[in-house]
């Protein structure tokens, strides 16, 4: 009990930390989908200045690509996140069954090491009553 406690407390633990992981990630994504609509807003107005303009534009093309990549990283981060979130929760709840198993083989060696405390009993007391039978 106090192990499947502990394995217990262990993943809420850790369920914990992802959600806060995963809470993360999402402020990161929010933060880089405004600068992404920022890029894009500061693109067009490049666009309609004047000619060496051009080449900001160009870098913010860039920019705008490599932060559609961060969104797709920060979502393949905030899947990955969520499949260990399930992964933990399923190990806990396999460790639980072991720990849970593990107490009742303790309970059945018990039961055990009693019944044959009793057959000892038992035959303790035949030996006796066959003494008395002795010819």
Do not use: Y
């Not at 406690?5 to 959600?19: F, G, I």
């Not at 979502?75 to 639980?96: F, P």
């Amino acid at each position: 009990a106090v192990v499947a406690d502990e394995v217990r407390k262990l993943a809420e633990r850790t369920a914990q930390s992802t959600m806060e992981i995963a809470s993360i990630v999402q402020q990161i994504q929010g933060t880089a989908r405004h600068a992404a609509g920022s890029m894009t807003a500061g693109m067009q107005t490049v666009q309609s200045g004047q000619q060496h303009a051009s080449d900001a534009g160009s870098a913010i093309i860039t920019i705008q690509q490599q932060v559609d990549q961060v969104l797709l990283v920060v979502a393949d981060i905030q899947m990955a996140l969520s499949e260990q979130s399930n992964t933990s929760q399923v190990l806990a709840k396999n460790v639980e069954q072991v720990a849970q198993m593990s107490e009742e083989n303790s309970r059945a060696m018990k039961g055990t090491a009693e019944t044959v405390g009793q057959l000892q009993s038992l035959s303790e007391q035949l030996s006796a009553l066959a003494a008395r039978f002795t010819v």
